[in-house]
DNA sequence: CTACATCCTACAGCAACTATAGCTTCAAGA
DNA sequence: TCTTGAAGCTATAGTTGCTGTAGGATGTAG
């Protein structure tokens, strides 16, 4: 069952669009799947699941390169998988990243937000925190000069 | 002090690379400088101060469409400041967005990484919960089904 | 006056898709 | 069987915010 999907049900059950689906086979992420008389992609069970596999990585932030190495490893089950283990933990470490920065951005502008006087463009906090950070107005350190 | 400026120098000052400045001329962020006879770019003081309040703006992660739109407000002084209050607020709620999808990856991430069982490829936890996501392994709500 | 850093334009490339144009195929109803 | 309309096909350009390169011109210090 679920044999011969078009790219149209197949992208439907993935939640993804058909544009995403032929650009991960071009970018040989997905084996080429079956063809009709036409010329039409038609999807096995296999593909369905590694296509699964793909979308749920990139919704945990993985980048491509770093499926398409999990998706080499899955193909060699004996290996240990310290690689594996390795992979995930560099995209921890980049999803933390982000998060510090983040963060410290909310901050900045929260105060520049809360200081807004709601007046004129010309008293106008934000546009003065902008145009002078390097004087005094920045307090965060991850972007101070 | 501080005219004529190549676009070397002011790449220097405001830590950005030349070709980013050139960049910015062609978005019409900045404007066209003087040239010299040869058409080298000369900067102004007043050049340095905008491109100063464009880099910390995107710093901040003010995209260059809100950029130019508070480029715009501050040449009109005498208006009210509400709409440069709203592109940061957007801003802000871009932030804040970013950060929940990120601390729920967060989540996610390290408790797949906790499981692991640094065994082989075939046992591990990591391959198990991508592929495995629609079935059960997934707790964190923002991108189940 | 020569050497060398810096400048110029124009264009390609990055990530990860997304959208469009112009055409063909498939499947279901009459 | 024929027709119609949805969905498929390829190829290419656009998105964001730069960054890098090629191939040449300019500016300035010694």
Redesign the pocket.
Known sequence: MAENL????L?RRAS?????I??YEQEGLMPPPA???????RYSRAHADRLAFIRHA?ELGF???AIRELLNLTDKPDQSCERVDRVARDVLADVEAKLARLESLRGELKRMIRHCGHGRVSDCRVIKVLADHSHSNCVSADHAH
């Open positions: 078009t790219i149209g049900s992208a993804t669009k058909v544009q995403t032929r650009f063809r009709t008389e036409g010329g039409q992609r990139r980048p491509l390169d």
